[in-house]
């Protein structure tokens, strides 16, 4: 295995940015037939968003069984070097011949880490956990997630220079905490690049109607999928924020910023299937729960639509046709109250439930932070392959099937761009 600590910055030949599924893929489909591949992560491990989900539709299972089978093919393969907590700052020159500038920010932990955890039970500073969007707190000496790759802990920035690091690195017995580590800036040439740096959820709290932060048992569909998580911030135990009850009437509100002209003019494709996924969550955990979904359109594209038929034959979840006008809180019970105008009848109604599920949107990450060189987007922000390639949910809105075809098409054009050069 070639790792960041191990692998001087040398002249490569296809560079990808972003380390999920659709990064992944389409290193190892060009490492394993003989290319060389970097991947430029930001965050502290690989794998992206899909490690924060609980199943994967249609199947199911845990996404934690693809995602080790991925990080064991990346360890085999030579032709991978990966460097994490890492961002491209410039791109210049141009096809077949890149020089492209990275920023390698401090980990202050080595490759001597064990992931005893010694340095987390010595740590007295606690911050918001991100993994799970902030709904519960970790030590600054933490592991990503269990699943993390690679299997090493980080120090949080913020307790470096005070006596809480200094007590991390005298707990850890190998010798695996360097508290003088520093960001590195070095150059690497590539002869192609794809860009794969997914998507951010759309900022749930720019639709003031769905009073997301305002309304305590409102929630989003990735905060869900931590929720329902077993290594999520209740181990799996879906219970609403406010008061930790169990959630027995859930309703899920979809299209949320999403074919929505003040927002993401586009269909983000996922999230009727996450929200018809996530009712078999609530459906398992609690047989006396009930489920209802508001939608415009449910959209279920291809053998997805068995799925729909599945879901739509338990007698206790509801469809409802009709936008979602207003949601408030009942000030005594903290129920949410709902209000939607049921398109098949005409009338305005009004439901209560325990916890409210806002299906938001994908966002593509470019559309906060920009290729650093020369990409072009569509007006909603996605980038448009030229002469840097995209895949994933950077290119267009995806599910894991699709960002592996995307991520396998981009392979294919990036060896295409070395070869003829
Ligand atoms: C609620 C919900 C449930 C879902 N459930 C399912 C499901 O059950 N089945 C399914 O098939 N799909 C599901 N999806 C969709 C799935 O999450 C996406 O298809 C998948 O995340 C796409 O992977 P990606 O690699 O394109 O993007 P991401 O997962 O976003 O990965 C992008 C990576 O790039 C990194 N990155 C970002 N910016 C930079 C940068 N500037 N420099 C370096 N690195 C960067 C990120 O840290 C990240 O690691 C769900 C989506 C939602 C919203
Ligand atoms: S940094 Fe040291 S103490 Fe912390 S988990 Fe790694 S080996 Fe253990
Ligand atoms: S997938 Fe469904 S919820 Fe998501 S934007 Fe499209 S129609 Fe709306």
């Not at 039970?121 to 699943?147: Q, S, T, W």
């Not at 005070?162 to 007590?167: D, G, I, L, P, S």
């Not at 009850?245 to 586009?266: M, P, W």
């Not at 392959?385 to 995307?406: F, N, Q, R």
Request: hydrophobic share 35%.
């Amino acid at each position: 295995m070639a790792d960041e600590t191990t692998v001087a910055p040398v002249s490569g030949t296809i560079l990808v940015v972003g380390g999920g599924i659709s990064g992944i893929t389409t290193a190892l489909e060009a490492a394993e037939v003989g290319y060389e591949v970097f991947i430029v992560e930001k965050t502290p491990s690989l794998g992206g968003r899909v490690a924060q989900l609980n199943k994967y539709f249609p199947k199911l299972c845990p996404p934690t069984c693809g995602l080790e089978i991925n990080f064991q093919r990346i360890k085999k393969n030579n032709k991978i070097k990966w460097f994490t907590l890492t961002e491209v700052e410039k791109i210049s020159g141009g096809l077949g011949n890149y020089d492209v500038a990275l920023k390698q920010n401090p980990r202050y932990v080595n490759n001597n880490c064990t992931c005893c955890g010694k340095c987390a039970e010595a740590c007295d500073v606690e911050i918001p956990n991100v993994f799970n969007f902030g709904m519960d707190k970790r030590k600054a000496a933490y592991l990503p997630h269990e699943m993390s790759f690679p299997q090493r802990y980080v120090l949080d920035p913020s307790i470096i220079g005070t006596k809480t690091a200094q007590k991390c690195r005298e707990a850890c017995p190998y010798d695996a905490i360097d508290l003088d580590d520093k960001a590195k800036t070095f150059t690497i040439k590539v002869a192609s690049i794809v860009w794969a740096t997914g998507w951010n959820p759309y900022d749930a709290t720019k639709m003031d109607n769905l009073s997301f932060g305002k309304v305590q048992n409102v929630i989003t569909n990735m905060m869900m999928e931590r929720l329902a998580a077993p290594n999520g911030p209740t181990h799996g135990k879906i219970v609403r924020p406010s008061d930790g009850k169990v959630v027995n009437s859930i309703a899920f509100v979809q299209c949320a910023g999403s074919r929505d002209e003040n927002h993401l003019t586009f269909c983000s494709y996922i999230c009727c299937m996450a929200s018809l996924k996530q009712t078999t969550y609530i459906r398992e955990a609690n047989p006396e729960s009930r489920a209802t979904i508001y939608y415009i359109d449910l959209r279920t594209p291809g053998r997805y639509e068995k799925f729909y038929n599945k879901v739509k034959a338990d007698g206790n979840v509801s469809f409802v046709k009709g936008k979602v006008a207003k949601i408030e809180e009942d000030p005594a019970t903290k129920d949410v109250i709902v209000t939607a105008e049921d398109t098949l009848s005409g009338k305005k109604i009004h439901g209560r439930f325990d916890m409210v599920v806002l299906a938001t949107g994908m966002e593509p990450s470019t559309a906060r932070e920009k290729v650093p060189g020369n990409a072009k987007y569509d007006e909603n922000n996605f980038v448009v392959p030229g002469e840097i390639l995209a895949t994933g949910c950077v290119k267009k809105p995806s599910d894991v099937m699709l960002s592996g075809e995307t991520a396998t098409a981009a392979a294919l054009k990036a060896i295409q761009m070395l070869v003829r050069r």
